[in-house]
C-alpha cells in the first residue's frame, strides 16, 4: 500500500484506531490494488476523518441518501 510507507502496517492493525488509520488512507490515497470493505466503511463511518466531500459522496453512494 503506498500511502502507508512510514507506518508498519502489521502493528497497525493489531489496534481498532490503526485499521480505521488505513481504512482512512485506503479511501483518501486510493487503495492500490486491495478491495476497501463496504462492511469497515459502515462500521467506523462516524469515527472516519474525511474531507466534506468524499463524505458526501460515500453518503450517497452507500445510504443513498
Same mark, same amino acid.
Given at each position: 500500500?503506498?500511502?502507508?510507507?512510514?507506518?508498519?502496517?502489521?502493528?497497525?492493525?493489531?489496534? *481498532? *484506531? #490503526?485499521?480505521?488509520?488505513?481504512? *482512512?488512507?485506503?479511501?483518501?490515497? #486510493?487503495?492500490? #490494488?486491495?478491495?476497501?470493505?463496504?462492511?469497515?466503511?459502515?462500521?467506523?463511518?462516524?469515527?472516519?476523518?474525511?474531507?466534506?466531500?468524499?463524505?458526501?459522496?460515500?453518503?450517497?453512494?452507500?445510504?443513498?441518501?
Amino acid at each position: 500500500m503506498k500511502a502507508l510507507w512510514d507506518y508498519d502496517r502489521k502493528e497497525l492493525e493489531k489496534t *481498532e *484506531e #490503526g485499521r480505521i488509520f488505513i481504512l *482512512e488512507r485506503m479511501i483518501n490515497y #486510493g487503495p492500490d #490494488g486491495e478491495k476497501i470493505k463496504l462492511a469497515d466503511v459502515k462500521k467506523y463511518w462516524d469515527r472516519l476523518q474525511l474531507g466534506t466531500l468524499k463524505k458526501r459522496l460515500f453518503q450517497r453512494l452507500i445510504w443513498n441518501n
